[in-house]
Nanobody, 114 residues
Framework: VQLQASGGGLVQAGDSLRLSCTHS????????MAWFRQAPGKEREFVAA????????YYAAPVKGRFTISRDNAKSTAYLQMNSLKPEDTAIYYC????????WGQGTQVTVSS
């Protein structure tokens, strides 16, 4: 399983970004997808997840109401729409796939200036 994350960048507080995570190497079928982030000097933390079968979504409290996770199974891609970004959202964002084990993609940097 290979995961390619993209879409990060430098934005101002209040702006939006959409991250993408493209899954390849095996069928996308059955994988739950998630986003984590790691800010400088902090541990990696959960951001959002989406299930396979019914597309149930889960969010960490700090991003609930601002971020939306979604998936396009035909494109083997998961997305993280981030609105109303805050400086504290600055981190490297990692996508992850879970099916029998957890797989990680490389991170994409998101920097939010005040």
């Amino acid at each position: 399983v290979q995961l390619q994350a993209s879409g990060g960048g430098l934005v101002q507080a209040g702006d939006s970004l959409r991250l993408s995570c493209t899954h390849s190497g095996r069928t996308f079928t059955g994988y739950s997808m998630a986003w984590f982030r790691q800010a400088p000097g902090k541990e990696r933390e959960f951001v959002a997840a989406i299930g396979w079968s019914r597309g149930m979504t889960y969010y960490a409290a700090p991003v609930k109401g601002r971020f939306t996770i979604s998936r396009d199974n035909a494109k083997s891609t998961a997305y993280l729409q981030m609105n109303s970004l805050k400086p504290e959202d600055t981190a490297i964002y990692y996508c992850s796939a879970v099916l029998g084990g957890r797989f990680w993609g490389q991170g994409t940097q998101v920097t939010v200036s005040s």
